[in-house]
C-alpha cells in the first residue's frame, strides 16, 4: 500500500503535512491527497470527499479561521494551523488568558476543531453555569430512585417447560455428553438404541437489572462534571465567587458518587455516547441527563490526546472572542463589575456606579433608540458595546473590529459599519476597538461627524490613553 501523502496548497503554501502542524496564512486552501485507499476525509469532524483521480482534492475556505485544523486519512492524522495578519494564534490565546483573569464567562462560541468548545477554564466555568445544577438534580434523583429494566439471561436448570432454549441446549448437551445425558428407557433423547434425558437445560429467565444504558450515562456523565469543575477551579483563583461554586458542585458531585448505584455502575462500559434509549423521551430526569451529555461531548468530547486537547483547537470565530475581549477591557478600565457570570447571558453585561455597558444586545429603548423603533419596520440592531452614563443619560457605540486596513489602523469596511451606526442613532461620534499594534489610535472629523479609532490589544495600554477621548464623545441620543 502506497504512503498516504496529504499537501496543503494556497497562495504563497505548498506545505506537506504531518503530525508536526504547519502554520499558514488564513486562506483559500487545498488539501491535496495521493496514496489514499479512501475517498473519505474527516476535516476538522466534518466527512468530506476527495476529487476522483489519482490525486484527490479538496477546497477549504479558511479565510476568517484562526487556530488547528485536524485532517483523518485512512486511519492516518495530520495537522495544520492558519492565523491571520493580526494577532495571530498567541494573541488570540492572550486574550482568553486575559479573559479568564477579568473573570469573564463564555457561552461557547470558542470551538474545537470538529465543533466542540475551546478547552480553556474559563470556558469550561461558563459551560457549568449553564448545565451543571439542573444536571447534578436529575443525577441526584435518578440515583436516589432509578429506572429499571427487564434483562433476559440463559441460565442452566433441572426444570424444563416453556422457557427452554433449544439450541443453546443441543449445543450444552453435545460440548460433554457423558457429563449431561443420563441413560434412562423412554428418555427425551435417543442416540442410536439407547435413550437418555438430559442432567440439565438451558433456560430463559428475565429479572430487573439496573445496569442499563440509561444509568450508566448518568453515572459518567457525574464523572465528567467532576473532572470539568477540577478544569474550572484553575480559572477560579483569582474569582471567589467562581471558587465558592466550583466548591459546592465538588462536594455535591463527591457525595453522588458515593452512592451504591454510583459506585457500582463506574466499572462498567463507557456509554456516554451511545444512542439514545426510550426512557431519555418519557423521563425527564433520563432527558436531562441525555442532553446535558449530548452538549458536554458535543463542546468538549474531542481530543487528540488528552495532553493535546488544549493545544489543538480551532477558534472558529476570533472576531466574537474579541468582541468580548474589547468590551471587557472597556469595563475594567472604568472599574465595572460583570453583572452575570456568563457574559452576555443579560443585556445589561458591567454596571458601576457612574457608568453602564450593554453587550451585543438590544438597546432597551429608555437609553437608546433608532428613528426606526417607531417604524413599521422596527429594526433589531445590536451595537457590540454601549456605554451608559447613569447620571445623565448619555451614550456612545463602541463597534469592536476585528479587522485591519492596510494602513495598520481601522479597515475601510468597519468605518462604513459605524457610519450605519451614527445614521440609525442621530449620534455625532462613534468608535472602533480594532486589533492594532500602534499606542494611539486616530480621530477622523468632517462635517460634524467624528469617528475614533482606538487600537485594544493584550499589554497595550492605548485604550486607557484614549479613554478620555470616549467618555467626551458621550452625547443625549436624539431619538
Known amino acids: 500500500m502506497a504512503e498516504v501523502s496529504v499537501r496543503l496548497v494556497g497562495k504563497g503554501v505548498d506545505e506537506r503535512l504531518g503530525v508536526k502542524p504547519k502554520i499558514v496564512r488564513a486562506q483559500e486552501l487545498v488539501l491535496s491527497v495521493t496514496g489514499h485507499s479512501s475517498r473519505s476525509v474527516i476535516v476538522d469532524g466534518i466527512i468530506r470527499r476527495l476529487s476522483s483521480g489519482s490525486t ?70 461558563g ?38 432454549r433449544a439450541v443453546p441446549t443441543l449445543r450444552y448437551l453435545r460440548s460433554d455428553p457423558r457429563h449431561h445425558l443420563t441413560p434412562r428407557n423412554g428418555g427425551l433423547i435417543s442416540i442410536g438404541d439407547e435413550e437418555y434425558d438430559p442432567t440439565r437445560v438451558v433456560v430463559r429467565k428475565r429479572r430487573l437489572t439496573v445496569h442499563t444504558v440509561p444509568n450508566r450515562r448518568v453515572v459518567g456523565l457525574l464523572d465528567q462534571l467532576a473532572g470539568a469543575v477540577d478544569e474550572a477551579m484553575e480559572a477560579g483563583a483569582r474569582e471567589a465567587q467562581a471558587v465558592a461554586r466550583c466548591r459546592l458542585w465538588r462536594l455535591r458531585i463527591n457525595t453522588l458518587q458515593a452512592r451504591p448505584l454510583a459506585r457500582t455502575l463506574r466499572d462498567g462500559p463507557r456509554v456516554l455516547a451511545a444512542e439514545r434509549q426510550t426512557v431519555e423521551l418519557n423521563d425527564r430526569r433520563y432527558q436531562n441527563v441525555y442532553e446535558t451529555a449530548k452538549d458536554f461531548r458535543r463542546r468538549f468530547g474531542w481530543s487528540a490526546t488528552g495532553d493535546a486537547q488544549r493545544r489543538y483547537s480551532y477558534v472558529q470565530s476570533a472576531d466574537r472572542i474579541y468582541q468580548a475581549y474589547a468590551a471587557s477591557r472597556l469595563a475594567a478600565e472604568l472599574g465595572l463589575e460583570q453583572v452575570s457570570p456568563v457574559l452576555g447571558a443579560t443585556p445589561l453585561a458591567f454596571s458601576g456606579s457612574d457608568f453602564d455597558i450593554y453587550y451585543d444586545a438590544l438597546c ?28 445623565s443619560g448619555r451614550v456612545a457605540i463602541l463597534d469592536a473590529k476585528y479587522r485591519l486596513g492596510t494602513d495598520g489602523f481601522a479597515s475601510e469596511d468597519s468605518r462604513k459599519d459605524v457610519s450605519a451606526y451614527m445614521a440609525l442613532y ?34 497595550s495600554e492605548a485604550l486607557r490613553v484614549e479613554l478620555p477621548a470616549i467618555l467626551a464623545s458621550l452625547e443625549l441620543p436624539p431619538f
Request: proline letters at 6%.
Open 56 to 125: 484527490g482534492l479538496i477546497p477549504m475556505d479558511l479565510k476568517r479561521s484562526t487556530g488547528y485544523h485536524r485532517i483523518q486519512i485512512d486511519q492516518g492524522v495530520f495537522w495544520f494551523a492558519t492565523e491571520d495578519s493580526k494577532l495571530q494564534l498567541a494573541g488570540v490565546s492572550a486574550m482568553l488568558r486575559e479573559l479568564g483573569e477579568l473573570g469573564t464567562g463564555w457561552t461557547g462560541q470558542v470551538m474545537f476543531s470538529d465543533g466542540s468548545g475551546f478547552r480553556d477554564p474559563h470556558v469550561i466555568y
Open 127 to 164: 459551560w457549568l453555569d449553564q448545565w451543571a445544577d439542573s444536571a447534578l438534580d436529575a443525577i441526584e434523583s435518578v440515583l436516589a430512585a432509578p429506572r429499571s429494566d427487564t434483562e433476559t439471561t440463559n441460565v442452566l436448570s433441572r426444570r424444563g417447560g416453556s422457557s427452554v
Open 364 to 391: 432597551p429603548p429608555s437609553v437608546l433608540r433608532s428613528w426606526r423603533r417607531m417604524s413599521i419596520h422596527p429594526d433589531t440592531s445590536r451595537p457590540d458595546v454601549l456605554l451608559v452614563e447613569r447620571a
Open 426 to 459: 442621530g449620534l455625532s461620534t462613534v468608535s472602533i476597538l480594532y486589533p492594532g499594534t500602534d499606542t494611539a489610535g486616530r480621530t477622523i472629523t468632517g462635517n460634524s461627524r467624528t469617528i475614533l479609532e482606538v487600537p485594544v490589544i493584550p499589554g
